[in-house]
């Protein structure tokens, strides 16, 4: 009866967490589908010039967030410990440190912005626009570096609604910017009443537009909310660099900022051979990445709450929790990645439909995401193993997984079918899988052993 209730509770524990994160995806999600369908209606051109550098975004984007982890893992554990004082100076290097980094993004990503369509081989034809669009969407780093660091703290302290609020207030910003800043003025009919809508008409210009204006505001808002924290305010301390504390998080920082580059930029190369094999396959494998990714919410959602209650576990030095947690975690979101899983492939022509009327780019994002939806409920396996050790701290055995089935298996195996071999974007994709299912395999094996639980080394006294 007893284990039984504590499943319970725990259960309540992790959707409490879980829920403000997935909901804030969803919106995410959904926005992603609109501006996709928004800037689709503009052709296979703008699909593919806003789509041709977005793996470029993952690689910026991951990088920042590795810093995260490391505060996560550091304020999630002085939580845990009961040392709300160590969170809060935690807090205040981390904001020393979105200040820094943000900046240094801005620089690089602003200086690069017209270089990096021709190195993802993006067609002639878009590559001026595509520089453009991605130019106007980083001018405001330094407020992403804010919602992505920034947000990362509150969720480190249990707090994930703050975070999920100032999301949709974002999400709301860019939809409604996107319609008045895409499109021309035009007339819309409402009950058979015409009304007149004034619109910009910048096209792709508008989209990034929009998405910049919606990124400053959602960094200005982490910024006060954090600010304003009860617990973890910054107001009144240093801002001098403390090592005591950067160092411990650095130490869990360094190796997932190497993992996530090193995987981001495989992403880059991949989409690079991607965009090789013409217009169609990479418009089909943008719209594909934007439906897919509506069904990775849950895994993304449970990791957020595995990674903040594993390293309160873990700042408790409650080795039975640690352990009871990972139990609880993997059956609930292989279930929950099972469901996402059968929908996508249920669903799959219809939601490609939603962004393109090609009926070549339909069929052929049709297929990569029937393929892709078999292996959901497995990829949900080593979303969440990684999760926990990152609320533990533990970030180099990941580098060495994820490292070796991005540049192994996705890689060298989309490299040798569509390069040697002549195969397209089908063959690319099926390395994609090959690369989540060698994930599950070495990540569901590592956590068989139990090595993932740092204290289950740690003898009891």
């Known amino acids: 009866m007893e284990n039984t209730h504590l499943d319970r509770a725990m259960l309540r524990t992790i959707f409490a967490l879980a829920w403000p994160t997935m909901l804030e995806q969803f919106m995410q999600t959904a926005v992603q589908y609109i501006d996709t369908a928004m800037v689709g209606a503009l052709g296979t051109e703008a699909t593919a010039a806003v789509g041709a550098t977005s793996t470029v975004s993952w690689l910026v984007g991951s990088t920042v967030s590795a810093v995260g982890v490391g505060f996560l893992a550091y304020i999630s554990q002085a939580y ?140 200005i808002a982490i910024a006060v909310r954090v600010y304003h924290h009860k617990e973890i305010s910054p107001k009144g301390m240093s801002l001098r660099p403390d090592p005591e504390i950067l160092r411990p998080c650095f130490r869990v920082t360094l190796p997932n900022m190497v993992q996530r580059f090193g995987t981001s930029f495989g992403y880059v190369v991949f989409a690079a051979m991607i965009n090789a094999l013409g217009g169609t396959s990479t418009a089909a494998h943008t719209i594909a990445n934007t439906v897919e990714s509506a069904f990775y919410i849950p895994g993304w959602g449970m990791q957020t709450a595995a990674a903040t209650l594993a390293g309160f576990a873990y700042g408790a030095k409650d080795r039975e929790r640690l352990n009871k947690l990972g139990h609880t975690f993997l059956p609930l979101e292989m279930m929950l990645m099972f469901v996402s899983g059968g929908l996508l492939f249920l669903f799959a022509r219809p939601l490609v439909g939603l962004f393109t009327q090609d009926p070549e780019v339909i069929a052929l994002g049709t297929t990569v995401l029937r393929m892709v939806a078999v292996s959901e409920p497995f990829y949900g396996v080593p979303i969440v193993v990684e999760g926990m050790m990152q609320g533990c701290g533990k970030t180099l055995v990941p580098l060495g997984f994820n490292l070796i089935g991005m540049w192994a298996v996705r890689i060298l195996g989309t490299f040798i079918t569509t390069r040697i071999l002549g195969y397209g974007l089908v063959a690319a994709w099926a390395c994609m899988i090959g690369h989540n299912m060698l994930l599950f395999v070495l990540f569901g094996f590592y956590f068989i052993t139990g090595k993932w639980n740092a204290l289950n080394s740690v003898k009891k006294v």
């Open 80 to 219: 845990g410990a009961h040392q709300q004082e160590k969170a809060r100076k935690a807090t205040t290097q981390a904001c020393l440190m979105t200040v820094i980094i943000g900046m240094v993004f801005t620089v690089l990503t602003t200086s690069l912005s017209r270089l990096i369509p021709v190195w993802m081989q993006t067609d002639p034809a878009v590559t001026e626009l595509a520089g453009t669009y991605f130019l106007i969407l980083y001018a405001p780093m330094l407020f992403r570096t804010s919602t992505i660091i920034l947000g990362t703290v509150l969720r480190a302290t249990g707090d994930t609604k703050s975070p999920m609020r100032i999301g949709v207030y974002v999400n709301l910003i860019n939809v409604i910017l996107n319609a008045l800043l895409i499109y021309p003025s035009h007339d819309i009919s409402i009950f058979s009443v015409t009304v007149p809508f004034i619109g910009a008409g910048l096209g792709v210009k508008g989209a990034a537009y929009a998405s910049a204006i919606a990124y400053t505001f959602g960094g």
